[in-house]
Protein backbone atom coordinates (compact mmCIF):
# COMPACT_ATOMS: atom_id res chain seq x y z
CA UNK A 1 0.00 0.00 0.00
CA UNK A 2 1.50 3.49 -1.00
CA UNK A 3 -0.77 5.64 0.59
CA UNK A 4 -2.32 7.12 -2.37
CA UNK A 5 -6.02 6.80 -2.85
CA UNK A 6 -8.23 7.74 -5.71
CA UNK A 7 -12.33 7.83 -6.15
CA UNK A 8 -14.22 6.95 -7.39
CA UNK A 9 -12.35 3.26 -8.60
CA UNK A 10 -14.96 2.74 -11.36
CA UNK A 11 -17.23 5.65 -13.68
CA UNK A 12 -19.22 5.39 -16.80
CA UNK A 13 -19.59 8.84 -18.26
CA UNK A 14 -21.68 9.91 -21.40
CA UNK A 15 -19.80 12.14 -24.04
CA UNK A 16 -19.60 15.35 -23.75
CA UNK A 17 -20.24 15.23 -19.82
CA UNK A 18 -17.80 16.16 -17.29
CA UNK A 19 -15.70 14.49 -14.76
CA UNK A 20 -14.25 14.69 -11.71
CA UNK A 21 -11.28 12.49 -10.23
CA UNK A 22 -10.16 12.85 -6.75
CA UNK A 23 -6.83 11.81 -5.39
CA UNK A 24 -4.94 12.41 -1.63
CA UNK A 25 -1.30 12.00 -1.52
CA UNK A 26 0.96 10.17 0.85
CA UNK A 27 1.48 12.18 3.82
CA UNK A 28 4.25 14.06 3.57
CA UNK A 29 4.32 14.53 0.23
CA UNK A 30 3.73 17.98 -1.64
CA UNK A 31 3.56 17.02 -5.23
CA UNK A 32 1.07 14.96 -7.02
CA UNK A 33 1.08 13.59 -11.14
CA UNK A 34 -1.73 13.32 -12.91
CA UNK A 35 -1.05 10.24 -16.03
CA UNK A 36 -3.73 9.04 -18.41
CA UNK A 37 -2.86 5.07 -19.65
CA UNK A 38 -5.05 3.82 -22.24
CA UNK A 39 -5.10 -0.27 -22.71
CA UNK A 40 -1.96 -1.53 -23.44
CA UNK A 41 0.13 1.26 -22.96
CA UNK A 42 2.43 3.08 -20.97
CA UNK A 43 0.78 5.82 -18.51
CA UNK A 44 1.05 9.65 -20.40
CA UNK A 45 1.84 12.37 -18.22
CA UNK A 46 -1.16 15.01 -18.09
CA UNK A 47 0.24 17.73 -15.61
CA UNK A 48 1.83 18.08 -11.98
CA UNK A 49 1.22 20.00 -8.84
CA UNK A 50 3.73 21.50 -6.55
CA UNK A 51 2.70 23.20 -3.09
CA UNK A 52 -0.94 24.51 -5.29
CA UNK A 53 0.74 25.50 -8.66
CA UNK A 54 0.74 24.00 -11.67
CA UNK A 55 4.47 22.61 -12.35
CA UNK A 56 4.28 20.95 -15.82
CA UNK A 57 1.67 19.69 -18.26
CA UNK A 58 1.88 17.01 -20.90
CA UNK A 59 0.72 16.89 -24.57
CA UNK A 60 -3.31 17.47 -23.63
CA UNK A 61 -6.11 19.93 -24.26
CA UNK A 62 -7.15 22.44 -21.89
CA UNK A 63 -10.47 20.79 -21.37
CA UNK A 64 -8.16 18.41 -19.02
CA UNK A 65 -7.59 20.78 -16.15
CA UNK A 66 -6.71 20.08 -12.35
CA UNK A 67 -6.59 21.71 -8.53
CA UNK A 68 -4.85 21.09 -5.41
CA UNK A 69 -5.75 21.95 -2.22
CA UNK A 70 -3.64 23.10 1.04
CA UNK A 71 -4.05 19.56 2.49
CA UNK A 72 -1.72 18.30 -0.95
CA UNK A 73 -5.22 16.16 -2.48
CA UNK A 74 -5.97 16.67 -6.14
CA UNK A 75 -8.43 16.97 -8.54
CA UNK A 76 -8.50 15.87 -12.42
CA UNK A 77 -10.81 17.62 -13.90
CA UNK A 78 -12.62 17.17 -17.80
CA UNK A 79 -14.55 18.89 -19.63
CA UNK A 80 -16.46 17.49 -22.89
CA UNK A 81 -15.92 13.74 -22.41
CA UNK A 82 -14.49 11.88 -25.12
CA UNK A 83 -14.67 8.48 -26.11
CA UNK A 84 -10.99 8.29 -26.64
CA UNK A 85 -11.08 9.74 -22.98
CA UNK A 86 -11.47 5.84 -21.66
CA UNK A 87 -8.18 4.95 -19.79
CA UNK A 88 -7.06 4.17 -16.80
CA UNK A 89 -6.44 7.28 -14.75
CA UNK A 90 -3.48 7.70 -12.40
CA UNK A 91 -2.36 9.56 -9.51
CA UNK A 92 1.05 9.70 -8.06
CA UNK A 93 2.62 11.93 -5.51
CA UNK A 94 6.11 12.24 -4.53
CA UNK A 95 7.80 14.25 -1.75
CA UNK A 96 9.22 17.01 -4.27
CA UNK A 97 8.70 17.77 -7.72
CA UNK A 98 10.65 16.15 -9.91
CA UNK A 99 13.62 17.24 -12.12
CA UNK A 100 12.48 21.16 -11.94
CA UNK A 101 12.61 21.00 -8.59
CA UNK A 102 15.72 19.43 -7.91
CA UNK A 103 14.97 15.90 -6.60
CA UNK A 104 14.38 13.08 -8.36
CA UNK A 105 12.76 11.17 -5.81
CA UNK A 106 10.29 7.91 -6.53
CA UNK A 107 6.61 9.27 -7.60
CA UNK A 108 3.94 6.31 -5.69
CA UNK A 109 1.02 5.46 -7.65
CA UNK A 110 -2.59 4.74 -6.04
CA UNK A 111 -4.83 2.16 -7.72
CA UNK A 112 -6.34 4.46 -10.58
CA UNK A 113 -9.95 5.56 -11.44
CA UNK A 114 -11.19 3.71 -14.66
CA UNK A 115 -13.09 5.66 -16.98
CA UNK A 116 -15.34 4.53 -19.95
CA UNK A 117 -16.59 7.38 -21.95
CA UNK A 118 -20.15 6.00 -24.10
CA UNK B 1 13.26 13.83 -27.91
CA UNK B 2 13.29 12.04 -24.42
CA UNK B 3 12.33 8.40 -25.37
CA UNK B 4 11.82 5.05 -23.46
CA UNK B 5 11.82 1.74 -25.41
CA UNK B 6 10.80 -1.77 -23.87
CA UNK B 7 11.47 -5.32 -24.92
CA UNK B 8 9.62 -7.56 -25.41
CA UNK B 9 6.41 -6.29 -25.61
CA UNK B 10 5.12 -10.12 -24.32
CA UNK B 11 6.77 -12.60 -22.70
CA UNK B 12 5.76 -16.29 -21.79
CA UNK B 13 7.73 -18.32 -19.40
CA UNK B 14 7.69 -21.58 -17.79
CA UNK B 15 7.80 -21.39 -13.99
CA UNK B 16 12.02 -21.09 -12.97
CA UNK B 17 12.97 -20.23 -16.55
CA UNK B 18 15.25 -17.62 -16.04
CA UNK B 19 15.00 -14.25 -18.31
CA UNK B 20 15.59 -10.38 -18.74
CA UNK B 21 13.57 -7.65 -20.03
CA UNK B 22 15.06 -4.65 -21.58
CA UNK B 23 14.75 -0.80 -21.16
CA UNK B 24 16.39 0.98 -23.91
CA UNK B 25 16.63 5.25 -23.02
CA UNK B 26 17.40 8.65 -24.81
CA UNK B 27 17.73 11.43 -22.56
CA UNK B 28 19.79 14.25 -22.27
CA UNK B 29 21.11 13.94 -18.89
CA UNK B 30 19.89 10.76 -16.90
CA UNK B 31 18.26 11.70 -13.53
CA UNK B 32 17.15 8.19 -12.33
CA UNK B 33 15.79 5.47 -14.26
CA UNK B 34 12.48 4.05 -12.46
CA UNK B 35 10.67 0.08 -12.59
CA UNK B 36 7.45 -0.49 -11.80
CA UNK B 37 5.31 -3.50 -11.51
CA UNK B 38 1.53 -3.38 -12.34
CA UNK B 39 -0.87 -5.84 -12.35
CA UNK B 40 -4.03 -5.82 -14.38
CA UNK B 41 -6.43 -2.81 -13.33
CA UNK B 42 -4.07 -1.46 -10.85
CA UNK B 43 -1.90 1.54 -10.58
CA UNK B 44 1.83 0.64 -10.76
CA UNK B 45 4.04 -0.52 -7.78
CA UNK B 46 7.57 1.09 -7.36
CA UNK B 47 10.55 -1.43 -7.65
CA UNK B 48 13.84 0.18 -8.16
CA UNK B 49 15.67 3.62 -8.78
CA UNK B 50 18.93 3.29 -10.77
CA UNK B 51 20.94 6.04 -10.77
CA UNK B 52 24.39 5.48 -12.33
CA UNK B 53 25.33 3.06 -14.97
CA UNK B 54 26.75 0.10 -12.92
CA UNK B 55 24.35 0.58 -10.07
CA UNK B 56 22.32 -3.11 -9.58
CA UNK B 57 19.24 -3.39 -7.13
CA UNK B 58 17.96 -6.32 -5.89
CA UNK B 59 14.64 -7.31 -4.60
CA UNK B 60 13.73 -11.21 -4.39
CA UNK B 61 13.67 -12.71 -7.35
CA UNK B 62 13.89 -9.35 -9.41
CA UNK B 63 17.53 -7.69 -10.01
CA UNK B 64 18.01 -4.30 -11.94
CA UNK B 65 21.19 -3.45 -13.70
CA UNK B 66 22.07 -0.01 -15.70
CA UNK B 67 24.10 1.31 -18.57
CA UNK B 68 24.83 4.11 -20.10
CA UNK B 69 21.92 3.51 -22.65
CA UNK B 70 19.40 0.87 -21.03
CA UNK B 71 18.82 -1.26 -18.10
CA UNK B 72 17.85 -5.16 -17.88
CA UNK B 73 15.58 -6.44 -14.97
CA UNK B 74 16.62 -9.88 -14.65
CA UNK B 75 14.23 -12.36 -13.20
CA UNK B 76 15.51 -15.43 -11.78
CA UNK B 77 13.30 -18.80 -11.29
CA UNK B 78 9.94 -16.34 -11.68
CA UNK B 79 6.93 -17.79 -10.10
CA UNK B 80 3.60 -17.48 -11.76
CA UNK B 81 2.82 -14.80 -9.02
CA UNK B 82 5.68 -12.94 -10.29
CA UNK B 83 3.13 -12.69 -13.93
CA UNK B 84 2.56 -8.13 -14.47
CA UNK B 85 3.49 -5.97 -16.54
CA UNK B 86 6.79 -4.34 -16.01
CA UNK B 87 7.03 -0.99 -16.65
CA UNK B 88 10.58 1.70 -16.86
CA UNK B 89 10.21 4.92 -16.46
CA UNK B 90 12.78 8.33 -16.49
CA UNK B 91 12.07 12.09 -15.13
CA UNK B 92 12.38 13.78 -18.77
CA UNK B 93 11.54 17.84 -19.36
CA UNK B 94 10.58 19.75 -16.45
CA UNK B 95 8.55 17.11 -14.67
CA UNK B 96 6.87 14.74 -15.64
CA UNK B 97 7.99 10.62 -16.04
CA UNK B 98 8.15 9.09 -19.53
CA UNK B 99 7.56 5.71 -19.52
CA UNK B 100 8.27 2.71 -22.09
CA UNK B 101 4.88 0.87 -22.79
CA UNK B 102 5.91 -2.17 -20.79
CA UNK B 103 6.39 -5.74 -21.07
CA UNK B 104 3.94 -8.06 -20.33
CA UNK B 105 5.21 -11.29 -18.50
CA UNK B 106 3.44 -14.23 -18.17
CA UNK B 107 4.94 -17.10 -16.03
CA UNK B 108 3.32 -20.32 -16.45
CA UNK B 109 3.12 -22.97 -13.51
Known amino acids: ETGVTQSPTHLIKTRGQQVTLRCSSQ?????VSWYQQALGQGPQFIFQ???????GRGNFPPRFSGLQFPNYSSELNVNALELDDSALYLC?????????????????FGQGTRLTVV | EDQVTQSPEALRLQEGESSSLNCSYT??????LFWYRQDPGKGPEFLFT???AGEEKEKERLKATLTKKESFLHITAPKPEDSATYLC??????????FGEGTQLTVNP
Open chain 2, 50 to 52: LYS
Open chain 2, 89 to 98: AIPTSGSRLT
Open chain 1, 49 to 55: YYREEEN
Open chain 1, 92 to 108: ASSPAGLAGRGNTGEAF
Open chain 1, 27 to 31: SGHNT
Open chain 2, 27 to 32: VSGLRG
